[in-house]
């Protein structure tokens, strides 16, 4: 499985951005697609995921209520909709996939795309 991960950028506090995680190779249907977060300094952290066959989402509770995980299986792409930015969200993103159940934890996911880099300006 090969995942692009894009769309970060730089965006004033309050805005919004929609990162894209495009996914090739071996069906997604079985998969959970994952995405995480790295400040400056700090440990990976989850985001939030999305069981690829049903869609049941999960989020951490940093970006309930603002960030939205969809996918497109036409497209093979999943998409994290972030709303009501903070600066404290400013970190490179990155999506995974594993196979099975969801986890939180990053050592659970199997692929991983290259980071984009989120920056919210105060």
């Known amino acids: 499985v090969q995942l692009q991960a894009s769309g970060g950028g730089l965006v004033q506090a309050g805005g919004s951005l929609r990162l894209s995680c495009a996914t090739s190779?071996?069906?997604?249907?079985?998969?959970?697609m994952g995405w995480f977060r790295q400040a400056p300094g700090k440990e990976r952290e989850f985001v939030g995921a999305?069981?690829?066959?049903?869609?049941?989402?999960y989020y951490a509770d940093s970006v309930k209520g603002r960030f939205t995980i969809s996918r497109d299986s036409a497209k093979n792409t999943v998409y994290l909709q972030m709303n009501s930015l903070k600066p404290e969200d400013t970190a490179v993103y990155f999506c995974?996939?594993?196979?099975?159940?969801?986890?939180?934890?990053?050592?659970?996911?199997?692929?991983w795309g290259q980071g984009t880099l989120v920056t919210v300006s105060s």
């Open positions: 995974a996939a594993k196979v099975g159940q969801n986890s939180y934890y990053s050592k659970d996911y199997d692929y």
């Open positions: 190779g071996r069906s997604s249907s079985r998969h959970v």
């Open positions: 999305i069981r690829w066959s049903i869609g049941t989402t």
